[in-house]
């Protein structure tokens, strides 16, 4: 596959394991072959190329972290590195693999019956069928704890209603996993989306995030059997629990489409010429350069620190947050960086680095804005809770 400055500036494969480096290059590889050259185009139509999805599965890269049930068990460290690896051609594609790996299969492997993980999951793996996960709702999507979706218990039945918002894969998906208020609390349910009452419908207009699917769901008396629930998953503890896979997940993914724009700024700075050199020869764009490489070294190096705590059972949610936070903030700031140095060729599809941003701008917001992150990471601090 392709090489990034980074492989030799940087080495990150120095400090893995050679299990990791194999993940890690088989995303690159598929990646680059599979998704870069269509991504562009993809894009610009606003195209979610579902055909890719066996083609994924069959890497292995669909809930791949988890254990058993036609999961690969791999590390979390090299799960991460599938993420960066993926992002660094497009965030939508690392958002496929995290709304599959990280939120709809992790809930069922988390808190799902034995008889629900051995139905769903292996077929999952497989690709064969998609999941979604449905907590964020039209109203706001950083306060889950006034959600207005319900899901009351009638005779056998639970009878879910409400709506959700910015549901990853809702139009494709076999089944969601939604998150309703009960009277015992959040409870999670599996519903599978041909039953009668469940609506999903894309969002259209979107300037990021093109080339994958975010939607609406509605569901009126959306009526499931007893067993449709999570049994593991009592309270707002359910879905942060998913919640903190995908942000993990982030914290890599990010990195990776740091790393695209940098190589974008790196190699145009050498080739093109004004002032009759280089744009690489003046110092400025060399400052620029050694800034933007500094803050990606120090965000894959704390995302390998956390992927490390997370392998060890020793991560904390603040830790998470501190990694999300710094990922995507410094994700952002190093693409907009790199487009000051590809100049008026920077915002064209001729570069990755505007779809960078603009999907970043996406990832910035899902999964805890910063402004949530900083609070997060302020109440572990202080011990004082600035959210009640
Ligand atoms: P709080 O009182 O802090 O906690 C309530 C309960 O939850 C537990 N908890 C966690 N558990 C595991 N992991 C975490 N990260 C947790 N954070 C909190 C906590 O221990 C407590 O448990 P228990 O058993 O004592 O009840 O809750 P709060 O209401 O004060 O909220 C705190 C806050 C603001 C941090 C939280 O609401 C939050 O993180 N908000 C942001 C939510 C968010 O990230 N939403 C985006 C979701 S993305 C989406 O829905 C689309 S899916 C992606 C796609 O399809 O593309």
């Known amino acids: ?69 036609g999961c690969a068990g791999a590390s979390a460290v090299s799960y991460g590195l599938v993420c960066l690896e993926t ?23 988390k808190y799902g019956t034995e008889e629900q993980k051995n139905y769903w999951l292996p077929q999952m793996a497989k690709g064969e069928k998609l999941g979604c996960f449905g907590l964020t709702e039209p109203q706001g999507g950083s306060d889950p704890a006034n959600m207005l979706t319900t899901a009351t218990k009638v005779g056998d039945t639970w009878v879910i209603n409400g709506a959700k918002r910015w549901i990853g894969l809702a139009t494709l998906a076999d089944l969601a996993i939604i998150w309703a208020m009960t009277d015992e609390g959040v409870r999670g349910f599996i519903v599978p989306t041909d039953t009668p009452g469940f609506k999903a419908t894309a969002i259209d207009g979107k300037l990021s995030m093109r080339a994958s699917i975010q939607c609406e769901i509605e569901l009126d008396n959306v009526t499931l059997p007893a067993d449709a ?52 020869s003046f110092q400025l764009t060399q400052a620029k350069l050694a800034d933007m490489t500094l803050e990606y070294e120090k965000g ?25 936070l710094n990922s995507v903030r410094e994700a952002l700031k190093i693409a907009r960086e790199a487009r000051t140095i590809l100049g008026g060729d920077g915002i064209t599809g001729e570069f990755p680095v505007m779809r960078h941003m603009a999907n970043l701008e996406s990832v910035r917001t899902y999964e805890g804005t910063d402004e949530i992150h900083q609070l997060v990471v302020g109440r572990a601090l202080t011990g004082l809770n600035a959210f009640s």
């Open 300 to 324: 894959v190096l704390l995302a390998l620190h956390i992927g490390r705590q997370k392998d060890a059972g020793t991560l904390n949610i603040a830790q998470i947050s501190v990694g999300k």
């Open 1 to 69: 596959p392709e090489v990034s400055v980074m492989d030799e500036v940087f080495d990150l494969h120095a400090i893995l394991q050679p299990d990791e480096i194999e993940w890690a290059m088989k995303a690159r590889t598929f990646a680059q072959t599979h998704i870069r050259p269509v991504i562009e185009d993809d894009f610009d139509k606003k195209y979610f190329r579902k055909e890719l999805i066996p083609l994924i599965a069959e890497q292995g890269f669909l809930g791949m972290h988890l254990k058993g049930y």
């Open 229 to 280: 629930i999570l049994p593991g998953a009592k309270g707002l503890s359910g879905p942060f629990g998913c919640l903190n896979e995908a942000r993990y997940g982030i914290i890599w993914g990010a990195m990776g489409a740091a790393r695209a724009c940098l190589d974008a700024a790196i190699n145009r700075s050498k080739d093109r010429e004004v002032f009759g050199k280089p744009i690489g």
């Open 87 to 109: 992002e660094a051609v497009d965030s939508g594609w690392r958002t496929f693999i995290s709304v599959m790996g990280s939120l709809a299969m992790s809930a069922i492997y």
